[in-house]
């Protein structure tokens, strides 16, 4: 059987479901394979988002070039480094107009009234304080995963980073360069993180739709999550501080889809 068609009104009206409306600010992690086959590809699934946040809203996705962390002398360039973590995100980078935060690693793409001041600056660790990840938490943005689990919540990095959480460590990249939207080059001081044990967010994904910061939905074939940020900090930081050790690997599955949302009938 072949698969169907998923349109941009589908995705606008999943993500309506959702809880999303006019004027929010949405920061999206996603992967199309996952929705099936969308009608127009991942500008159509960027359309889709704009429509349902209008004129008044703003757009942000990750921008992320991972792979420069293992570069001698690695170069961001800020109007052609790809960003690596899905298509969806890549097709808002290079949307005229899009603004783009300085990171070796964890730039953030905007489109929108907020796009300046949301990527205005960026700490030099990947979601430090004066990061895109800490004001989207700080302004209680919306975020959302389109397909993909929590295990791409970076924004749950920067409530590791705000509480110094014990097992977030770092590793600078020496030599980095920034090469700017005029072309010219410039040092970069580069930090990423070096962090032992590794994490898992996934268990977060029941407490936080059970404290109501997340509302789940299918669109397509995409699990659709959406959690607001403000609360997700809340959630996170009490968490966290109770058990630092919560949402790091204790020999879970990396899963997509989470057993007990399927035994809900949540997606």
Known sequence: ????????????????????????LLFYHSSLSRFGVVDGGPDA?????????GPEGTLAAPGFTFSLKEDIAPVVDMRHSPSEVGVISDALRRRPGVRRSRHLTHSVCAIGPRAAEL???????????????????????KIAFLGVDQNSNTCLHAVEEEIALPRVGYREIPGARL?????????????????????????ADRPLFDCGAMTVTTIGGAAARLVRGAAMRTWAI????????FLSIRGAEWMFRPKWADEMHLF
């Open 238 to 245: 009490d968490a966290l501080t109770r058990d630092p050790a």
């Open 45 to 53: 699934v960027i359309d889709a988002m704009l429509d349902v946040i």
């Open 1 to 24: 059987m072949s698969e169907s068609i998923v349109t941009r009104a589908d995705i606008a009206a999943g993500l309506a479901r959702l809880g999303l409306s006019r004027g929010d």
């Open 179 to 203: 090469r700017d939207e005029t072309g010219c080059e410039s040092d970069l001081s580069a930090i990423v993180h070096n962090s032992n044990p590794l994490y898992d967010f996934n268990p």
């Open 119 to 141: 990527t205005a600056e960026h700490s030099v660790t990947p979601c430090g304080l004066r990061s895109p990840f800490a004001k989207l938490l700080a302004w209680d943005a």
